[in-house]
């Protein structure tokens, strides 16, 4: 088969690999979450030994010991988020996208009054948009498990409309295919 038909067909089968990915997210959308949460404790654990191996390097600046405490907590946090159960791991992502939400909110209001002070006109949108923002990551907070859900489902959403794009790719781009790469 040439390298052009060949690419071809991986359109087709990559679409179906897709649709199957979203096919089990949406099946197991807990499963979505686990994984996630494993890579975000992951995330932490790797940041704060690299954050600690930073400090530790930085000699000309002298050792700040607030800078080192605070990596060696971020990996002792990492290693905790890591040792969890399934579940908790389910959980760990909307508590993470909650707080996030909150943050983003809370500091849309305070950009939002420091707006009002100086007279801007999007004071005011700034402020509502923060407050909105932060219910919404307040709701989150309060209902982990159906937040998680509704993540999981976007998720596999993105991967279904990405596979029947690749599969519409593969019927319509037929004729294309020699020109670009579908």
């Known amino acids: 088969m040439s390298s052009k038909k060949s690419r071809h067909a991986l359109t087709l089968a990559s679409g179906f690999l897709f649709i199957l990915l979203a096919i089990f997210i949406a099946i197991v959308p807990m499963w979505n979450m686990v994984v996630l949460g494993i890579y975000i404790s992951a995330a ?71 707006l009002h002070k100086v007279g801007a006109n999007m004071a005011t949108a700034m402020m509502v948009t923060g407050i909105i923002t932060t219910i919404f990551g307040a709701i989150a907070m309060c209902f982990p498990f159906i937040t998680g859900t509704v993540i999981s489902y976007m998720v596999a959403l993105a991967f279904f409309v990405l596979g029947i794009g690749r599969v519409v790719d593969f019927f319509m781009g037929e004729k294309h295919h020699e020109r670009y790469y579908l």
């Open 44 to 114: 932490i654990l790797v940041g704060g030994v690299f954050d600690l191996i930073r400090r530790i390097q930085a000699k000309r600046r002298g050792l700040h010991p607030g800078g080192i405490a605070w990596a060696v907590i971020t990996i002792i946090c990492g290693l905790i988020l890591l040792s969890g159960s399934f579940a908790e791991q389910a959980t760990l992502v909307p508590f993470f996208v909650a707080f996030w939400l909150i943050f983003m909110g809370v500091g849309r209001m305070m950009v939002g009054w420091n």
